[in-house]
């Protein structure tokens, strides 16, 4: 059984079509069922059906119809006709001879063109002569025949204007001469082989003479037209029937309207050809109303970069008309070039859209309102049975007012982008260095001037702006289509039927009751169109109730069906009426419909009229895809044909592409409400490729137009990621100020970002451009993966550019980076962040721990940090050491990068700049922490392996130096005397310590061991900054695993047998659901419970981490072992020997005296070379060779501020006036605060690793003490560590 | 002056033009139901296309995903000894 249409179609909509994209494009796609019913489909074959005798005139019409269509191609041809003779090869000396093969090839190539060029002057000569014997035909006073119609006069227009046109691309082209004057050379050339050339010679010629003479094509229209003198009829008519309708301008869409104006200076110069036709033209239109037109549209556009001037083509055609050169009042008409400043001032006024803007705006949004609320009305309609017939007829009227309201909006608004355009090239800007002064004038071809410079930035913003008005309205009502068709033909047929029904037989009951040939061409108006059955469909019964209450009050009543009028009943009705007015006289004073001389009553006239002018709109309604195709095709913005000739280039470049300039526009504006407009200009491209392809057939144009949007498209998507991402980086940046730091800022306002809508953009995954889909998200998510990738590169290697203290900077970027990598993904999915920076780190191996940043920071730490940084004990900080650096260091410069790599804008990179700058002068607590973060649990074993191998290598390289230094001293060192007082102590110091000839060796020997000090005090910040955020994680994890704080400060296990908080929690909840039946998947709940299991076991294991620092100790203990016997000599007696000089301590002693006094002769010399790590690591060593007690005892420093010390009491007792001062108060001074750090080191290492128990018990049962113990080092616990370099 | 000349036999164009009323009524239901079938076959692709694209993003970061779980494995399987217990 078959399936009604409508129910099955009804099905369709339960489909849930719903899409993620917005409309942020034109409309794209055209399903007309039609060939479009402005033009009848059957060539107006059924008008002969009624009977109306119009035979003839259908005839002629589809003549001149027909003749139409070729002149379009025609004038195409000559719009795209580029020049061969540029692209024809010369012959090089060489290849003289074959001269005459040149020129035979040549001639068959532009024989080509030159074939089509010979075929327009046929065409154009059969063509007037066609026009002007159809309008002599039509304008016999004696009338034989009917017509001709309102159709007719239409295409007579039309033709009239392609006539033109192709005089005007004629005229304009001047390539086309001059390719013909090589084909003529060539020719003679070639020819002389040739026989019985003169018939074409002859052909030739009069090529020559067409293609040279301008106007020729009117001129020949001029005198086919008047070879019989009797056509002034008709074209007074067409003029009066242009000027009424420019006057009314009611029903008439802009490419009609342009095509009026563009006839009519060419009407008037043909009809005013001699005194006596003026005269009896200006009887019937006064000539003021003529001027008055002219003036108001001194530009007309006609080609997409040519426009017109009526008073230029008046002026011009003057000189080939001599009797039209007497209208003085015409010709005084000022061009657009000529215009006084003044006026030329209120004609900007009116051209240019940014004046106009605002109301659009406003016209915009109400008409969009009001068009959404007549749809929703409809489809409530649609949705509801038996709906009242009043309130039906009403929501469909209210759609067709809204459509109709829609159509004129849209061609009011494409012909200001027309008209704009066509002012634009009138006036090319004057002087374009102003804008852009770096470049010079002298490079600027005309096209720029009229179109690159010509468009200010507030004209492109309107223009763009516009451009999406035009194109979203337009795809609005594209979308609504077959939603609102039948409701529009059923308002037509009523109105139709309204006005043959009943307001036609209320005339014909009245007016023309005594007027026999009127009357019956009303009645005849009926017969054709009227619909008197319309009613049958429905039911007896109701049929006559309703007649019966309709009867006296609206005359006929009829029953709504949605069926239009043919193209052909609308063009007999149109002529009916006009024969009613005009009396079917041609001489008929007056206009239209003007009422001189007529009898038919005012008010009559006036209905008549204006179901004239409706019956023409009806046509372009039913046509609604095409109609709303032509008046949103703003493809001609593109097409600059003129001005390549003109330029003699092969093509523009983009940034002199008007859509292209839109586009960039709007990217570079940052204006958030244009935005989603950006993909608009690309419509219009769209538009021109279609234009290309359909209108003018040519295929290069196509590809030229493909091309550039394959370009454009590509910087499009390159632009706008750049933007996204800055707009993201920026936003993200803003976030992480500091907020108190803004709000005590006065200007904080300018580190907020104004907020921009991306996610439109980022939801289109089929951009159609030239017919095909772009998955524009998909690209942006391709370039957004790119720019993380790079900008991480970027970050790395910029930190690898600067020293360690960039560190903190590092992390604060990547900080932003990420904040940014989490802001976008809300809004695209684009690879997690742990991932792309594992990659750019080269740490995605499972089984390598170091990364790029730690092999960096350790080999940063290697070259740069431990040989040129000084500790600072007090402050806890390292610093570059003012000295010229030890070891210089290499490093790559600093890259460089936009912006938007550091923080987005300018702004907020100096707010964050001047924040890092505060961390970049030093190391410390602050950049141990970044280190720890960044690192992560996964590379940082791996660099405090590599530091320690570095202490135990810098302790193996230190042994032969030392035991060079061992070598150099005494065998035996006793305590210094008292009595030499601090010179004499000082004195014998030196004799003991003669090292003289090793100073090179002593200053080596303290810089290893600076830099083992430099490493453990970093182990210790390391140690610190680790202890707090280990502290920090079992807060949060306390909870969870039930611990509880005991009260001695133990840690309790809350629930000691059962599980921990968060297993519980977990098994709980899966044993609630799982005993709930309709549970989909227990496993996965199972599976849930088991993670928590798995969690709670790992983070116990990982509650109690030892300490970096004790660890570190121990292993530099370790390290120490092998040297224990070199450096430490176990006294034979087994009691402490006082005199040796070969233990470690000796060794430090002495440099540590030595560098203290030099500290005191070169000030700030030595400090700042070696700084405080010097003491940590001396005393760590010594601390760790268990001669803490011997170097405490025996140091000569130590010794020196005792002996100062009886010395200063003695000397108080006795004089009162200290008077060592002399030159020694400096260095005892240094002696002293070296103790107090000495002492400061060797209190935290008792504290941190500690030996008294283990010395403690060292002791024999002879009660000898046991030197230096070996204590367990667990050194199995080395070899777990991730060996360097894996 | 002659008059624009009326219809010759005006009953009979009255009855043609009233079947052609009836017949256009038909013509226009089938074609404009045609083309709502026309505009559902669009949107359709519309929206499938769409959805494909959907797709594809997902397969698309599943397929890094497994790119990258490869090269760890890769890198892991390169040294067997690390895992032998």
Redesign the interface.
């Known amino acids: 059984m078959a399936v009604p ?2 129910e099955a ?1 009804a099905a ?2 339960t ?1 849930s ?5 917005q409309e942020v494009q034109g409309p794209g ?1 055209w ?4 060939r479009g019913s402005t033009e009848s489909p059957i060539e107006y074959s059924d008008v002969s ?5 119009l035979s003839e005139d259908t005839k002629a019409l589809n003549q001149l119809n027909v003749l139409i269509q070729e002149g379009k191609e025609m004038a195409s041809v000559l719009y795209t006709y580029r020049s061969c003779v540029k692209a024809l090869p010369q012959l090089p000396d060489s290849m003289k001879q074959s001269q005459a093969d040149l020129y035979l090839e040549t001639y068959q190539v532009l024989d080509l063109e030159m074939s089509r060029l010979r075929e327009i002057q046929r065409w154009q000569a059969s063509a007037a002569s066609k026009l002007a014997a159809d309008m002599q035909r039509f304008s016999r006073p004696e ?2 025949i ?1 017509g001709p119609t309102i159709t007719h006069l239409w295409s007579m227009l039309k033709l009239l204007d392609v006539l033109v046109q192709l005089d005007h691309l004629k005229n304009a082209k001047a390539s086309i001469p001059n390719d013909f004057s090589w084909y003529k050379r060539t020719f003679t050339q070639v020819s002389i082989q040739w026989q019985d050339t003169d018939s074409m010679r002859e052909e030739l010629d009069d090529l020559q003479i067409f293609l040279s003479t301008r106007w020729a094509i009117l001129l020949n229209l001029h005198v086919e037209m008047f070879r019989v003198n009797n056509v002034e009829d008709i074209l007074q008519v067409l003029i009066v029937f242009a000027v009424e309708s420019l006057e009314l301008d009611f029903a008439l869409l802009f490419p009609e309207r342009h095509i009026l104006l563009r006839v009519l200076p060419v009407l008037v110069v043909l009809a005013t050809s001699s005194e006596k036709d003026s005269e009896s033209l200006y009887k019937r239109v006064k000539i003021n109303r003529l001027i008055n037109i002219f003036k108001n549209e001194p530009v007309i556009p006609a080609f997409p970069d040519l426009h017109l001037s009526p008073a230029a083509i008046l002026k011009e055609l003057s000189i080939y008309f001599q009797k039209f050169s007497s209208q003085t009042r015409l010709l005084t008409l000022p061009a657009p070039h000529e215009l006084p400043p003044r006026e030329a001032q209120d004609y900007q006024r009116h051209y240019l859209i940014i004046n106009h803007i605002g109301a659009i705006r406003a016209e915009h949004d109400d008409f969009t309102i009001r068009f959404a609320s007549s749809m929703n009305q409809l489809l409530l309609l649609k949705s509801i049975d038996n709906a009242d017939i009043e309130w039906s007829k009403e929501v469909k009227g209210s759609i067709y007012d809204v459509i109709v309201e829609g159509f004129q909006l849209l061609s009011r608004w494409t012909a200001r982008i027309w008209e704009q355009c066509a002012w634009k090239f009138s006036r090319p800007c004057k002087d374009p260095v102003l804008l852009e002064s770096h470049e010079t004038s002298a490079s600027f071809s005309d096209y720029e001037k009229v179109v690159r410079y010509n468009y200010s930035a507030e004209e492109r913003k309107a223009l763009v702006e516009l451009v999406s008005y035009i194109k979203n309205i337009g795809s609005m009502m594209q979308r609504c ?2 939603l609102v ?2 409701a529009l ?1 059923e308002t037509i047929h009523a109105e139709v039927q309204d006005f043959v029904q009943n307001t036609l037989a209320t005339m014909l009951r009245t007016t023309f009751r005594k007027k026999k ?1 009127l009357s ?2 009303l ?2 108006m009926r ?8 009613n049958t469909s429905k039911s007896e019964s109701e049929l006559h109730s309703i007649q019966h209450g309709g009867e006296e009050s609206k005359g006929n009543f009829f029953y709504p ?4 009028p ?1 193209a052909a009943q609308v063009h007999c009705l149109q ?2 009426i006009y ?1 009613v007015v005009s ?3 041609l001489r008929k004073p007056g206009g239209l419909f003007g009422n001189s001389g007529s009898d038919i009553p005012v008010n009559d006239l006036k209905q008549l009229e204006t179901f004239f002018y409706k019956l023409s709109f009806f046509l372009q309604i039913l046509d609604c895809t095409a109609t709303v195709a032509t008046l949103t095709d703003l493809g001609f913005l593109w097409f600059r044909e003129f001005y390549l000739e003109s330029s003699r280039v092969i093509q523009f470049p983009i940034e002199c592409s008007l859509p292209w300039m839109l586009v960039e526009y709007v990217l570079e504006s940052q204006n958030a409400g244009l935005l989603e407009s950006v993909l608009m200009p690309f419509d219009i491209y769209n538009d021109s490729a279609q234009q290309a392809l359909v209108a003018l057939k040519q295929r290069f144009l196509y590809d030229e137009i493909e091309a550039e949007v394959d370009y454009c498209f590509d910087i499009f998507v390159t632009k706008l990621s750049e933007t996204i991402f800055t707009y993201y980086k920026s936003w993200a940046a803003s976030e992480l100020l500091d907020p108190s730091f803004l709000f005590a800022l006065d200007n904080g306002e300018k580190y907020s970002v104004q907020p921009m809508r991306f996610t439109a953009l980022l939801k289109m ?2 951009v159609k451009l030239l017919g095909r ?1 772009v ?1 524009l ?2 690209l942006i ?1 391709e370039r957004m993966n790119k720019i993380f990738r790079d900008n991480l590169e970027f970050l790395f290697d910029r930190f690898e550019s600067q020293d360690l203290c960039a560190i903190v900077e590092l992390e604060k970027l990547l900080d932003i980076l990420k904040h940014t990598h989490e802001l976008l993904s809300k809004d695209l ?1 684009i ?1 997690s962040f742990s ?1 792309m920076l594992n ?1 750019m780190q080269e740490n ?5 721990f170091s990364s790029r940043l730690a092999s960096q920071i350790w080999s940063e730490m290697q070259s740069d940090f431990l040989p040129n940084f000084i500790l600072s004990n007090t402050t806890q900080r390292f610093i570059r050491s003012s000295k010229v650096p030890l070891v210089p260091v290499q490093k790559p410069s600093v890259p460089h990068a936009k912006p938007n790599f550091y923080c987005g804008t300018q702004d907020l990179n100096y707010a964050h700049q001047s924040f890092a700058r505060l961390h970049s002068g030093f190391f410390g607590i602050p950049h141990m922490f970044s280190i720890a973060r960044l690192l992560g649990s996964r590379s940082l074993p791996w660099l405090i392996r590599a530091l320690l191998d570095h202490i135990s290598n810098k302790i193996a390289t230190l042994e032969p130096m030392i035991t060079g230094l061992q070598e150099a001293l005494p065998k035996s060192i006793g305590l210094l005397p008292f009595d030499g007082g601090v010179t004499g102590c000082m004195r014998l110091v030196k004799e003991q310590l003669n090292w003289g000839t090793k100073s090179e060796l002593k200053a080596e020997v303290l810089r290893g061991i600076k830099e083992i000090g430099s490493i453990l005090y970093w182990m210790g910040l390391l140690d610190i900054v680790l202890r707090e955020v280990d502290a920090m994680h079992f807060m949060q994890i306390a909870p969870w695993l039930g611990l509880l704080p005991g009260a001695d400060g133990q840690i309790l296990h809350s629930q000691d047998s059962s599980d921990s908080p968060v297993v519980n929690l977990f098994k709980a909840a899966t044993t609630a659901v799982v005993s709930n039946p309709r549970c989909p998947n227990p496993s996965s709940f199972h599976t849930i419970s088991k993670q928590a299991e798995a969690a709670d076991l790992l983070y116990k294991a990982n509650m109690n981490t030892g300490s970096v620092l004790e660890y570190a100790l121990a292993f530099t203990s370790a390290a120490l072992d092998k040297y224990c016997s070199k450096w430490s000599t176990a006294p034979k007696t087994g009691f402490i020997d006082i005199t040796t000089s070969k233990d470690f301590y000796r060794i430090y002693s002495g440099l540590q005296i030595g560098y203290l006094e030099e500290t005191v002769q070169v000030p700030s010399n030595n400090q700042e070379v070696l700084g405080d790590s010097v003491a940590w690591g001396g005393c760590t060593l010594i601390y760790l060779l268990g001669q803490q007690l011997h170097f405490e005892l025996f140091d000569f420093s130590y010794q020196v501020l005792n002996v100062a010390e009886v010395e200063a009491a003695s000397i108080t007792q006795t004089h009162k006036i200290p008077h060592y001062v002399q030159g020694w108060d400096g260095v005892l001074e240094a002696m002293k605060k070296a103790r107090r750090l000495n002492n400061h080191v060797f209190s935290m290492l008792k504290a941190r690793c500690p030996l008294e128990d283990k010395t403690a018990c060292a002791i024999k049962q002879s009660g000898a003490p046991l030197h230096r113990i070996k204590f367990d080092n667990t050194v199995s616990a080395f070899e777990t560590l991730p060996q360097k370099g894996a | ?10 009953v009979n ?2 009855i ?3 079947a052609d ?2 017949n ?2 038909f013509i ?13 076959l ?3 692709e ?2 499938t ?2 959805k494909l ?2 797709l ?3 397969l ?2 599943l397929e ?2 497994l790119e ?1 779980l490869e ?3 890769g ?2 399987t ?2 067997p000894s ?1 895992f032998a217990t």
């Open positions: 249409v409508e179609i369709l909509s489909f079509l719903e899409d993620e994209q796609l399903v007309s069922s039609e059906a009624y009977r109306l005798s009338r034989r009917n289509d077959t068709a039948d033909w040939d019956r061409i009645s005849d017969t054709l169109s009227a619909d008197w059955m319309a069906r949605p069926v239009a043919t002529f009916l024969e009396g079917g006289n995954t089929r889909s998955d998200r998909s998510v999915s690879d991932l990659e995605i191996s499972l089984v390598s | 002056m002659a008059r624009a000349g009326g219809i010759t036999n005006a164009v009255g043609a033009v009233q009323w009836e256009r009524e226009s239901h089938i074609s404009l139901n045609v083309r709502r079938l026309f505009d559902f669009v949107q359709f519309a929206t296309k769409s694209a959907s594809n993003e997902k698309d970061t890094r995903r990258l090269v760890q494995v890198t892991a390169a040294n690390l």
